[in-house]
């Protein structure tokens, strides 16, 4: 796996035609453990989600081409004195096993701590994903437990494991 060289940015109404390219070009590789909008209409029903304050989503960029690699959702934001988020991720197929998502994991798990003020993300994987696990673990996530019939995916409820990362106030991640 390489190091790439990557850029964040956020999701915009202009990316449409690529964003649904990417996600339609990449289906094999999703399904069955996630299902990115793949329509126009899909895609609007994602750009509206995005305008809630309890939801953000970033590109994953390659800096040489501007080539949308992946997507990184922070979803169901909860402020407060929980201050977490969970996380929703995808690559797009060309890019996959190349070191994109784990750039852009890392880069989004330190913009959530430092920058959104953020304490815990948590990643909910089927634990058949194995390639979604090692992401994570990679990342410095740890496995808390498995939750039976977690998320309703793909016709039927599925069975999740639960990888989080908190950031420790002392500047230290544990």
Known sequence: ??????YLRPLTANDRDEFLRMSQDSRGLHEP????PTTPRGFEAYISRLE???????????KATHAITGVINLNNIVRGT?????????VAGEW???GYMQQ?????T?????VMGLHRLEANIQPENRRSIRLVQRCGFRLEGLSPEFLFI?????????????HNRSGLES
């Open 1 to 6: 796996m390489s190091n790439p060289d990557i």
């Open 33 to 36: 453990w996630i299902t990115p």
């Open 52 to 62: 809630r304050d309890d939801h953000e989503s970033f590109l994953v960029c390659d």
């Open 82 to 90: 929980f201050l977490s988020a969970s996380l929703g991720y995808y």
């Open 96 to 98: 996959a096993g190349r």
């Open 104 to 108: 852009g994991l890392i880069r989004v």
């Open 110 to 114: 330190d913009h959530a701590f430092r």
């Open 154 to 166: 793909d016709g039927a409820w599925r069975d999740h494991e639960r990888w989080c990362k908190a």
